[in-house]
T-cell receptor, first 107, second 117 residues
Framework: KNEVEQSPQNLTAQEGEFITINCSYS?????LHWLQQHPGGGIVSLFM???GKKKHGRLIATINIQEKHSSLHITASHPRDSAVYICAVRSNNDMRFGAGTRLTVKP | DSGVTQTPKHLITATGQRVTLRCSPRSGDLSVYWYQQSLDQGLQFLIQ???????AKGNILERFSAQQFPDLHSELNLSSLELGDSALYFC????????????????FGPGTRLTVL
C-alpha cells in the first residue's frame, strides 16, 4: 500500500462544477503540499499545509492531521484547471508523492 | 516563471554514459531539491541541499550524486546510465532558515527530460 493515496485517479467535470480531490497518508508528516502539473510537464506548487485550511483564489486546501487526510477543492472549475494534481507529504526529511489525479474540465 | 532555471531542457544519451544536470535556484533561496519523475514510478524525491550542505536524502541511487556550489547553483550527476533512468528531472528551490526542517513552499524548475537509448 502506498504511503500517500489520492482519489480519484481521474476526474472529468463540466465547466463551473465544484471539484474535490482527496489525499490520505499513513505516515507522520511535517507538511503536506498540493502540486499542479500542466500537460506541458511544468509543476507549480499550489499550497503547503501543516494544519487547518488555506485559500487562494478559487482553490481551497484543507488538512485534518488527526485523520491524516487532506482535500483540494476547486470552485467554479474552468478548462484551464485541467491538469494533474499531486499530493506530497514531507516526513522525516523525505518527501512522498501520491500518484496524482488527472482532472479534465470540459467547456 | 518560477525563477528556477534548469539546463539542458532535453538530453539524449546512451547507456553507460554520464551526464550532468544543472539547476539555478530563485534568487535568495538557499535550499535546492532534486526530483525524478518516471512513467512507472511517478515523482520521487532524490536529495536536498541547503546552503551547500546535503540535508536530506531520498531514493537516490549510488550511481547518482549531487552538489550545491557556493553561488547556490546545484548539479545532479548521473553515471553508468541505464534505460530505466529515462525520466524528467526536476529541481526546486525554497527559502528557509533551517534546512531540512524548513516547511517553506517550493518553486519548481521546468525540468530536464533525459532519454537514455
Amino acid at each position: 500500500k502506498n504511503e500517500v493515496e489520492q482519489s480519484p485517479q481521474n476526474l472529468t467535470a463540466q465547466e463551473g462544477e465544484f471539484i474535490t480531490i482527496n489525499c490520505s497518508y499513513s505516515v507522520g508528516i511535517s507538511a503536506l503540499h498540493w502540486l499542479q502539473q500542466h500537460p506541458g510537464g511544468g509543476i507549480v506548487s499550489l499550497f503547503m499545509l501543516s494544519s487547518g485550511k488555506k485559500k487562494h483564489g478559487r482553490l481551497i486546501a484543507t488538512i485534518n492531521i488527526q485523520e491524516k487526510h487532506s482535500s483540494l477543492h476547486i470552485t467554479a472549475s474552468h478548462p484551464r484547471d485541467s491538469a494533474v494534481y499531486i499530493c506530497a507529504v514531507r516526513s522525516n526529511n523525505d518527501m512522498r508523492f501520491g500518484a496524482g489525479t488527472r482532472l479534465t474540465v470540459k467547456p | 516563471d518560477s525563477g528556477v532555471t534548469q539546463t539542458p531542457k532535453h538530453l539524449i544519451t546512451a547507456t553507460g554514459q554520464r551526464v550532468t544536470l544543472r539547476c539555478s535556484p530563485r534568487s535568495g533561496d538557499l535550499s535546492v531539491y532534486w526530483y525524478q519523475q518516471s512513467l512507472d514510478q511517478g515523482l520521487q524525491f532524490l536529495i536536498q541541499y541547503y546552503n551547500g550542505e546535503e540535508r536530506a536524502k531520498g531514493n537516490i541511487l549510488e550511481r547518482f550524486s549531487a552538489q550545491q556550489f557556493p553561488d547556490l547553483h546545484s548539479e545532479l550527476n548521473l553515471s553508468s546510465l541505464e534505460l530505466g533512468d529515462s525520466a524528467l528531472y526536476f529541481c526546486a528551490s525554497s527559502s528557509g532558515t533551517s534546512g531540512a526542517s524548513s516547511y517553506n513552499e517550493q518553486f519548481f524548475g521546468p525540468g530536464t527530460r533525459l532519454t537514455v537509448l
